[in-house]
């Protein structure tokens, strides 16, 4: 009966590593997957996060069940990191915060609340968009289209098209919006931007879910990057939010994050917060208790808080210098004449960034099956593996490798 089950193709993202993986070229360099890497292109595990892991075995923290909705010091530490401390939906006790599986089990959890509560809603993504998000709301039977959102023309947001599309949506659709660091273009609209957005939002009675996976690293401010969703719950919209800890404490294969939903009321709140635990129990029963605690050990202590934010701090400049470094040699490489600032006033803006860092090696207006050939020279030639849309992860790349970087994209640019 198994023999008439096809095989699956791999996965865009995490198939790039597995080729990578088989790749036994010593030149070899895995740009695909969103990791974060030391100069030495080794994982990096946060020294705050050894620490949080010392208190615990110190304090012999046991291993029994958490609660369907998760640990509550974790519950509580990551709602006010996302919303700040003495936000009025916090006080007013509005927020339906669940753990979940990291970004990815956060963001199911609540396309399985819309299935449920809402059905036939359609949600709107962004073109393009984090390959997974299809994905999620296909699994979740979520009806879903996309809305205008990159322009390669202005390399820049197509500000005009996203509010058109926002607009021409069916009343009372989910909106999809990522909080910071957009993911693939690294555009995110401005303060004003995000007020007009707003306005739409409401105008239609959409209902906003922002995806937060890169706090504190877009603009190097943890509250800054939240800056888009604290906007909208001052409004006092109703709104979800998935969180991630994967690249801002390195916590990936910990699975740690949560789902909030803000509510009008303190009663509705308690009610979803309800149905989110109906809905886990028979997915996955309860969530993982490790990374729960390293979180609540680091954001709920402010020795290990402030010491947090150095950490990132560093990474951030490291994948800084790489972008620059990565700049400097494009521009001395190619000696066609192309103008490779658009580059550079593109890596200005997201200079600060990290895997946010995504970089569209194409900018001519060519087909996509160009665009395809492209990323296939980087990596059949080069040994460069990156995902099919062009995108790089500058988290994974270090000074050392960006001479022979540049000669793979300026080669792929060209031929
Ligand atoms: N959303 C976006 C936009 C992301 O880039 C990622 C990670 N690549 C995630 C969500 C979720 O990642 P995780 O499940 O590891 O938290």
């Not at 149905?275 to 979180?295: D, E, T």
Request: net charge neutral; hydrophobic share 40%; glycine share 6%.
């Amino acid at each position: 009966r198994f023999e008439g089950i096809t095989m699956a193709p791999p996965d865009p993202i995490l198939g790039v590593s597995e080729a990578f993986k088989a790749d036994n070229d010593e030149k070899k360099l895995n740009l695909g997957v969103g990791a974060y890497r030391t100069e030495e292109l080794q994982p990096y595990v946060l020294n705050v996060v050894k620490k949080a892991e010392n208190l615990m075995l110190e304090r012999g923290e046991y291993k029994e069940y958490l609660p369907i909705e998760g640990l509550a010091a974790f519950n509580k530490v990551t709602a006010e990191l996302l919303l700040g401390a003495d936000n009025t939906v916090i006080k007013q006790q509005r927020v339906a915060t669940v753990q979940g599986l990291s970004g990815t089990g956060s963001l199911r959890l609540a396309a399985a609340l819309i299935e449920r509560y809402f059905p036939g809603a359609k949600v709107l993504i962004s073109s393009p968009t984090w390959g997974n998000h299809k994905n999620i709301f296909n699994d979740a039977r979520v009806p879903w289209s996309e809305y205008r959102y990159y322009d390669p023309k202005t390399v820049g947001l197509d500000f005009e098209g996203m509010i058109a599309d926002l607009k021409a949506a069916p009343e009372g659709s989910f909106i999809l919006l990522h909080g910071c660091a957009h993911n693939p273009t690294g555009i995110d609209p401005t303060p004003e931007q995000w007020e007009k957005i707003a306005d739409v939002i409401q105008e239609k009675n959409h209902i906003p879910f922002f995806d937060v996976a890169y706090q504190g690293f877009a603009s190097g401010s943890l509250d800054a990057d939240a800056a888009s969703v604290r906007l909208f719950a001052a409004r006092g919209m109703e709104l979800l939010v998935a969180q991630s800890y994967s690249k801002n404490l390195g916590l990936y294969a910990e699975r740690i994050g949560a789902i909030n939903v803000i509510c009008s009321s303190v009663d509705a709140a308690a009610r979803v917060k309800s149905q989110l635990k109906r809905l886990a129990r028979p997915m996955y029963s309860n969530p993982p208790v490790h990374g729960a605690r390293i979180v609540a050990n680091v954001v709920g202590d402010p020795t290990l808080f402030d010491e947090w934010k150095a950490e990132m701090d560093m990474m951030a400049g490291r994948i800084k210098g790489v972008r620059q470094k990565l700049f400097d040699s494009l521009s001395a490489k190619d000696k066609s004449g192309k103008d490779w600032s658009l580059y550079k006033a593109d890596w200005h803006v997201l200079l600060h960034r990290i895997e946010q860092s995504s970089v569209k090696i194409q900018r001519k207006p060519t087909s996509r099956s160009n665009k395809k050939k492209e990323s296939e020279n980087m990596t059949n030639k080069w040994h460069v593996y990156m995902t099919k849309d062009g995108r790089i992860s500058l988290a994974g790349l270090n000074l050392a490798k960006c001479e022979y970087l540049a000669d793979a994209i300026v080669d792929s640019y060209h031929n």
